[in-house]
């Protein structure tokens, strides 16, 4: 890399995209898209996101959908919930207002893009986009997935699989929780949404006017997780929350499903889940009784086109970054191997 790129264990998570043999890296700290040769290692280019101007992406770009290499999606924080189509030279092309007046509330239904590798999906003229939300008023009513459509720019939220229907009010609020994951698989016209804390992957071929249930459990994670004691209204303020959330470690002891990927290339999909710290070690730590946290594991699932598990390989976090580096190629999954202190390599390893 350059002096100018980090790796997504400096800058957020990024994200990472093969396409016709090179690999897009969402660079955040320097605002620009890096694009490397897939054999070589070699920057072939960099496309600049424009801060303001008429070519202006937003102030802070945080995930991307690349279609083609002139038809890359960006979405910035905090730049009105609008996502921006541009060019291999940074020029936007379009623009799209993901805010969705809300005629029963008199408001609107929003939220936020989640960076990661299920942002955003593409099927047809459509534009399926993961929303991030902590109303309960919002995902009581819709699911936490929106449909943009690129030709008249109309916006469409479907009703179901909500969002941890019957146990939403006990799930602490933590992003980590409440960001799905959403992909495609265009040769048999498939759209699949995941839930973090949902065994099951929902697949619909209609863009869920209807949708199958397919439960994939992954045996490192418990039948049930972990949950609030009671419902979130019933806290006393905000001290008997927080407090709550520390005592139990729910960021630490709850296992959860964080990437969902279809490899076009395999038929295949790839699941990567958290598996969960032990309560035990969780409590000695918090008491003193012990010194550290053991390292984060990860889980990664391959599932075929029919929907079963083939296996389950778990991963170390000291080895390995699979929370932001992960992406597809005609060899398989990658994930982006740890470098400790240099800041001057991103090294992949296939996820065999």
Request: aromatic share 12%; proline share 5%; charged share 25%.
């Given at each position: 890399?350059?002096?100018?790129?980090?790796?997504?264990?400096?800058?957020?998570?990024?994200?990472?995209?093969?396409?016709?043999?090179?690999?897009?890296?969402?660079?955040?700290?320097?605002?620009?898209?890096?694009?490397?040769?897939?054999?070589?290692?070699?920057?072939?280019?960099?496309?600049?996101?424009?801060?303001?101007?008429?070519?202006?992406?937003?102030?802070?770009?945080?995930?991307?959908?690349?279609?083609?290499?002139?038809?890359?999606?960006?979405?910035?924080?905090?730049?009105?919930?609008?996502?921006?189509?541009?060019?291999?030279?940074?020029?936007?092309?379009?623009?799209?207002?993901?805010?969705?007046?809300?005629?029963?509330?008199?408001?609107?239904?929003?939220?936020?893009?989640?960076?990661?590798?299920?942002?955003?999906?593409?099927?047809?003229?459509?534009?399926?986009?993961?929303?991030?939300?902590?109303s309960?008023?919002?995902?009581r009513?819709?699911?936490?997935?929106?449909?943009?459509?690129?030709?008249?720019?109309?916006?469409?939220?479907?009703?179901?699989?909500?969002?941890?229907?019957?146990?939403?009010?006990?799930?602490?609020?933590?992003?980590?929780?409440?960001?799905?994951?959403?992909?495609?698989?265009?040769?048999?016209?498939?759209?699949?949404?995941?839930y973090?804390?949902?065994h099951?992957?929902?697949?619909s071929?209609?863009?869920?006017i209807?949708?199958?249930?397919?439960?994939?459990?992954?045996?490192?994670?418990?039948?049930?997780?972990t949950?609030?004691?009671?419902?979130?209204?019933?806290?006393?303020?905000?001290?008997?929350?927080?407090?709550t959330?520390?005592?139990?470690?729910?960021?630490?002891?709850?296992?959860?499903?964080?990437?969902?990927?279809?490899?076009?290339?395999?038929?295949?999909?790839?699941?990567?889940?958290?598996?969960?710290?032990?309560?035990?070690?969780?409590?000695?730590?918090?008491?003193?009784?012990?010194?550290?946290?053991?390292?984060?594991?990860?889980?990664?699932?391959?599932?075929?086109?029919?929907?079963?598990?083939?296996?389950?390989?778990?991963?170390?976090?000291?080895?390995?970054?699979?929370?932001?580096?992960?992406?597809?190629?005609?060899?398989?999954?990658w994930?982006?191997?740890?470098?400790?202190?240099?800041?001057?390599?991103l090294?992949?390893?296939?996820?065999?």
């Amino acid at each position: 890399m350059d002096s100018n790129t980090a790796g997504p264990d400096f800058s957020q998570e990024g994200g990472f995209v093969y396409k016709d043999g090179r690999v897009y890296y969402l660079n955040v700290l320097s605002r620009e898209i890096k694009v490397f040769d897939f054999k070589s290692g070699e920057i072939v280019s960099s496309i600049g996101l424009e801060r303001a101007g008429p070519n202006s992406v937003g102030p802070e770009p945080s995930a991307f959908f690349l279609h083609t290499k002139d038809s890359i999606f960006i979405y910035s924080d905090f730049f009105g919930d609008r996502v921006s189509l541009i060019n291999s030279k940074g020029a936007v092309l379009s623009r799209f207002d993901l805010s969705k007046p809300d005629a029963n509330e008199g408001g609107v239904l929003g939220g936020v893009v989640p960076s990661g590798v299920g942002s955003f999906t593409l099927m047809g003229s459509s534009l399926f986009v993961s929303r991030s939300t902590y109303s309960l008023k919002i995902l009581r009513r819709v699911m936490p997935m929106l449909k943009l459509n690129l030709v008249d720019k109309e916006l469409e939220y479907k009703s179901a699989p909500l969002l941890y229907s019957g146990f939403l009010d006990r799930v602490p609020q933590y992003e980590s929780f409440l960001n799905p994951d959403v992909t495609s698989d265009n040769a048999r016209g498939l759209l699949l949404i995941s839930y973090p804390l949902d065994h099951a992957i929902y697949a619909s071929d209609d863009g869920f006017i209807s949708f199958q249930k397919h439960n994939l459990k992954s045996k490192y994670l418990p039948d049930k997780p972990t949950l609030l004691p009671k419902p979130l209204t019933e806290f006393k303020g905000s001290n008997e929350y927080r407090e709550t959330l520390q005592n139990y470690g729910f960021g630490i002891t709850v296992g959860y499903y964080k990437s969902l990927l279809f490899n076009k290339y395999r038929n295949t999909y790839y699941r990567v889940a958290i598996i969960p710290h032990d309560a035990k070690e969780f409590r000695d730590y918090r008491n003193g009784t012990r010194d550290k946290l053991s390292s984060t594991l990860y889980v990664v699932m391959t599932i075929n086109e029919n929907f079963e598990v083939m296996s389950e390989k778990v991963f170390s976090s000291k080895e390995l970054n699979l929370h932001g580096g992960l992406f597809m190629s005609p060899e398989g999954l990658w994930g982006l191997k740890h470098q400790g202190d240099n800041e001057d390599v991103l090294e992949f390893e296939l996820l065999k």
